[in-house]
């Protein structure tokens, strides 16, 4: 892992940090000194990240919250800024997918999948950007995908979801630049992680997918951590409204 000194001692908050690329993100800070805050709807989860986490910096916590609840938002950053003192760097990862035919996407199915990765973004933004004006500092980044440039089969709420947030992370990054706040993306491929283990043990979809990436594998969770962590430090002050593609060639095809 790349080492960003800069990023010793921010506050970062990372939403759905307790696993999968989450928890690499969390990480990814710990290791490089940052106090990072991790949140999610599972408790036990939390508590064993955690415990990793403190091993790099034992100046990290969690708070469980569920960022799909106005109140839970709320709580969560009253008590990360509590415990942290300020909030530097908000990383917005809680995500989820419903995968079915666009014929048979119900409501709340649609509705699951919005208020989850589109909805908690903005929101999670809003609330962080009334900390971080104060400081007149700040950096967000929000996980998107690629699938937020491309269409693919049985993801129309997720592609929607994420084409929206790379449209979102632009009208933020414009609207909060006098207040010295980047906004940018990262937007991955599949990644190789035990929540996309079993997807992988159909053999026609995972065919295709290897296909359709010119490099021919999969990416790690650290080749998103690199991305955050850059958008994260200081080298990328100058980067707003962007989203870096960790795709392997996916969308160049």
Request: glycine fraction near 8%; hydrophobic fraction near 40%; proline fraction near 2%.
């Amino acid at each position: 892992m790349t080492h960003f000194s800069d990023l010793q001692n921010k506050s970062v908050l990372v939403t759905g940090g307790s696993k999968g690329i989450g928890k690499d993100i969390a990480l990814g800070f710990a290791k490089n000194q940052a106090n990072v805050i991790i949140s999610g709807r599972n408790e036990t989860s939390l508590q064993d990240t955690v415990q990793e986490l403190r091993k790099h910096n034992p100046s990290c916590y969690y708070v469980q919250a569920d960022v799909t609840n106005m109140e839970d938002i709320e709580k969560m950053f009253r008590m990360a800024v509590d415990y942290a003192g300020r909030l530097d760097i908000l990383v917005n990862n809680a995500g989820l997918n419903i995968t079915k035919p666009a014929l048979d996407v119900t409501e709340e199915d649609w509705d699951q999948v919005l208020d989850t990765n589109l909805k908690s973004a903005f929101f999670c933004s809003q609330k962080a950007a009334k900390y971080m004006t104060e400081n007149n500092a700040g950096k967000i980044i929000n996980i998107a995908s690629q699938m937020g440039f491309v269409g693919y089969w049985d993801r129309a709420a997720y592609c929607s979801s994420k084409g929206g947030m790379i449209q979102l992370t632009k009208t933020l990054a414009i609207e909060w630049a006098k207040y010295n706040i980047n906004v940018n993306a990262v937007a991955p491929t599949y990644i190789k992680t035990e929540l996309t283990s079993t997807m992988f043990e159909d053999e026609e979809f995972e065919k295709d997918v290897y296909q359709r990436i010119p490099l021919g594998k999969l990416a790690d969770p650290s080749d998103v951590t690199g991305a955050v962590l850059y958008l994260s430090s200081t080298i990328s002050k100058f980067v707003t409204g962007e989203t870096i593609k960790v795709d392997g060639g996916w969308t160049a095809l």
